[in-house]
């Protein structure tokens, strides 16, 4: 009997973990704000909609997610600027490739486009999900750091392009620091990429930006065949248990995007939530205006304390307490808030209940 093992991949072995948001204690009462879900339970609608699907639940789901894909086409023409508009006409259901969850169809989508070798270009610090993609795909990581107060480089990472580059990735808001990107600075920035190299611009938090100028990746999409858009309901949609996200591209690389996905990715339960979200998407949009409110509150509260932060435009803030990270995580749990640390660099502080916005600034003056 040989001894010998089986080896891993070098890339494999290499992986950083992903660490899950921390979950409170069985039986210890505290609130997550670890995770940038969204703090409210299902709508009564939705849940009726999930029970009826799980009644189904011997059969396999519709792989292709018809109904799901055309609407939300449907839905996403509606979104669309003029301009955007008369450029390409509606998105389609050939344009829309659904997945377990947004990381999956950005997995998806690097198996589609990158070879053994080639070059991904992404912000640093930003989702952490991002190089364990990477290099699950085979390819490369060249990180750009953030420039001041946690802002996308964007020069630097046009900078970053080379022969060798497949795709580079544009996380807006970005995760964990909450700043976004201009469409102004996004469409100069296309300009500057070759046609060839593909641009994913990751709006897993687009719903709750505000700010003037906001990226509207479906009308970069409409100006730039290189571009793919993911979206999610994990976040303002509030199914991040049920695993249902998308990304938009022109036809020829969507149907790449569906050929390298896992068969049977989005359950019928999940599909079925996720139509009966979007039915109810005005009552879903009007609890993101709540947490926008409370985002606010939250901001406004720690720098009346004397923090100096970024605007943040996701459902979290980010606060930059260095070596201090740990220590104020810890002491935050114990008063109840979970929140996420990146050690020797910040807290990632999702925005979910008043109470826990209060629990949170209080631990937060303490440490001023
Ligand atoms: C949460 C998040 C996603 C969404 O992940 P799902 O797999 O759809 O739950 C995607 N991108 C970023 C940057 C995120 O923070």
């Known amino acids: 009997m040989s001894s010998r093992r089986v080896p891993l991949r070098p890339a494999i072995s290499a992986l950083p973990v992903y660490v899950p948001g921390a979950r409170p204690k069985v039986g210890a009462a505290a609130y997550k704000l670890s995770s940038n879900e969204n703090p409210y339970p299902p709508l009564p609608s939705v849940l009726a909609a999930i029970i009826d699907a799980a009644s189904d639940v011997n059969r396999y789901p519709d792989m292709f997610a018809t109904e799901l894909t055309e609407t939300i086409g449907a839905e996403l023409t509606q979104t669309l600027s003029p301009e955007a508009h008369d450029a390409k006409g509606d998105i389609t259901a050939a344009q829309v490739v659904v997945g377990n969850g947004?990381?999956?169809?950005l997995s998806h989508v690097l198996e589609a486009v990158v070879d053994a070798g080639d070059e991904v270009v992404y912000p640093w610090r930003s989702f952490e999900a991002y190089p364990i993609v990477v290099s699950v795909a085979g390819g490369i990581s060249v990180q750009v750091p953030l420039a001041e107060h946690g802002r996308l480089d964007l020069d630097a990472m046009a900078a970053a392009v080379t022969e060798r580059t497949r795709v580079v990735m544009v996380c807006t808001p970005n995760n964990p620091t909450g700043t976004s990107v201009t469409q102004t600075d996004l469409l100069a920035f296309l300009a500057k990429v070759p046609s060839d190299v593909l641009v994913i611009v990751d709006e897993a938090y687009l719903e709750f930006v505000r700010s003037d100028d906001a990226v509207d990746g479906l009308a970069a999409l409409a100006a730039h065949s290189n571009v793919v858009v993911l979206r999610t309901f994990s976040k303002a949609y509030g199914l991040a248990g049920l695993r249902v996200g998308y990304a938009v591209a022109r036809p020829r690389l969507a149907a790449g995007i569906r050929a390298a996905s896992t068969p049977f990715g989005v359950s019928?339960?999940?599909?079925?939530?996720?139509?009966?979200?979007?039915?109810?998407?005005?009552?879903l949009l009007r609890r993101v205006d709540s947490l926008v409110e409370e985002r606010a509150r939250m901001l406004d509260g720690l720098r009346a304390q004397g923090w100096d932060l970024v605007d943040t435009e996701a459902n979290f803030v980010w606060l930059p307490l260095g070596e201090r990270t740990a220590a104020c995580a810890v002491e935050a749990s114990d008063a109840g808030v979970i929140v996420r640390p990146f050690a020797g660099e910040g807290i990632r502080v999702s925005v979910g209940e008043t109470e826990a916005t209060d629990i949170f600034l209080a631990v937060a003056a303490g440490w001023r």
């Open 102 to 105: 947004s990381v999956a169809v």
């Open 268 to 283: 019928h339960v999940a599909q079925q939530a996720a139509l009966a979200s979007i039915r109810a998407k005005d009552e």
